[in-house]
């Protein structure tokens, strides 16, 4: 049978101490990584394209549509519904893996460069309930209300 010295209790209460230590940190980490992340700044809304910097879309009756819930991102780009990721962080965003349904459509010119300036966004802005949407010069590509 052993016998329990003080050290040897000091010695079981350290390693005891810095395991307990170890898994409290492991389940801190692993609880802050969830999928259901928010992204506070820009909120969960339909935005609807009111700008296209690379085309004319006055007289546009089927809009492009945005919506952008934690690190995803749906709409409509004009004909298509498309889906795909996105991160944003501070005033950065990047839109990631966009796919659309193949709809033909009849004139595609603005859903075909809406889905350019998805692949050229870099960062954004919110100001007086608008989304702008900025390449990484800071030129204004696309505005949302």
Not at 46 to 73: C, D, F, H, M
Not at 103 to 120: H, P, Q, R, T, W
Request: glycine letters at 4%.
């Amino acid at each position: 049978m052993t016998k329990w010295s003080f050290c040897n209790l000091l010695e079981v209460a350290d390693r005891l101490f810095k395991t307990l230590l170890f898994a409290a940190t492991i389940i801190f980490f692993v609880s802050c990584q969830c999928d259901d992340v928010k992204n506070p700044d820009i909120p969960t809304k339909e935005w609807r394209l009111t700008y296209l910097s690379s085309a004319e879309i006055g007289q546009v009756t089927n809009r492009p549509i945005l919506e952008i819930e934690g690190q995803k991102v749906h709409g409509f780009g004009g004909c298509n519904r498309y889906f795909g990721g996105v991160n944003i962080a501070r005033d950065t965003i990047d839109f990631l893996q966009i796919a659309s349904t193949k709809m033909a459509c009849f004139d595609d010119i603005v859903e075909s460069k809406y889905f350019a300036m998805l692949e050229k966004a870099a960062k954004y802005r919110l100001e007086n309930d608008k989304l702008m949407i900025l390449d990484t010069n800071n030129t204004l590509l696309a505005t949302f209300e």
